[in-house]
């Protein structure tokens, strides 16, 4: 039985009948490889009717791989032509295949009324960040997510408190979720072949910190935190404390060292230094 799978003349005779030239603006790099794509349905460890949502499925490499594990498939696609075609390409490979399409841009996603639990994605490489955090906000059935992305955005999603690439993404994906690497992925499984590596990252679903500041609050800590990376809490707090003698009385009141940098606190840290600003208020 011939697989239901796209291989790269595959990939390449959809691209060509449907006039489709991968846009660097729109981050579409293809995967063709089979064993990557099981390799990625596998790590994603999935239920088995469990429902998934797929961002930037393009010509419809993973989509396939994810229906023939039997999992059924909401496909976000922004281009009109890929979203177009995607059900006819299903259809034509695995018919039946439990597929839902939305033409829609995933920022700008309200949400999602099949209630998808999990998410599995060959993100764009310019987005990935922004999406990750937007369907971790507005999709609230999502348990887990595995993401496929920029090697070095994988890294910073991933990343603990006090590593060298710590920052912003990794403090935000923490309110939401455990975020660990799944594993690497080679340039030479993508069409065209991008110019750097990707890596997986798993995301398991958890409460925030108990905390009585809001997402949006701690989140404006964080943001005032990394501006400039290298200076002390202190001195980077001070315009969201409104001095700073104000950020330290926080940071302290917080129990956070004052000449400690963001890179070394917690999202629960910065729920903490968060919830001075509401005392003080």
């Known amino acids: 039985m011939a697989s239901a799978l796209l291989g790269p003349a595959d990939i390449r005779a959809l691209a060509d009948a449907l006039g489709v030239r991968p846009t660097k603006k729109l981050g579409q790099n293809f995967l063709h490889d089979a064993n990557t794509i099981r390799r ?10 469990e429902r998934v949502l797929e961002v930037g499925p393009g010509l419809g490499s993973l989509t396939l791989g994810l229906l023939e594990a039997g999992h059924p498939v909401t496909a976000v696609e922004i281009d009109p032509v890929l979203a177009s075609a995607l059900p006819t390409t299903v259809a034509a490979r695995l018919p039946g295949a439990p ?27 310019n987005v990935a960040v922004p999406v990750v955090l937007h369907l971790l906000q507005t999709v609230p059935s999502l348990r887990t997510a595995l993401v496929l992305v920029q090697a070095e955005v994988a ?8 590593s060298r690439v ?12 455990l975020a660990s690497r799944a594993g690497a992925v080679s340039r030479t499984v993508f069409w065209p072949v991008p110019n750097v590596d990707s890596g997986l990252v798993r995301l398991v679903r958890r409460d925030p910190p108990a905390t009585s500041a809001s997402r949006a609050e701690v989140f404006a800590v964080v943001d005032a935190a990394f501006t400039q990376r290298r200076k002390m809490l202190r001195s980077s707090l001070a315009g969201w404390a409104g001095s700073a003698a104000a950020a330290e009385s926080a940071l302290r009141a917080a129990g956070v060292d004052p000449s400690a940098r963001g890179e070394t606190l917690s999202v629960a840290d910065f729920a903490r230094i968060a919830e001075q600003r509401i005392v003080s208020g």
């Open 40 to 49: 990625i349905v596998r790590t994603a460890e999935l239920d088995a009717v």
């Open 99 to 125: 597929l839902t399409v939305l033409r829609a841009d995933a920022l700008a996603l309200p949400s999602v009324d099949a209630a998808p639990t999990a998410l599995v994605a060959n993100l764009p490489y």
């Open 155 to 162: 890294d910073r999603l991933a990343a603990p408190p006090g």
């Open 166 to 177: 710590y920052g912003v993404p990794s403090v935000k994906t923490a309110w939401y979720a």
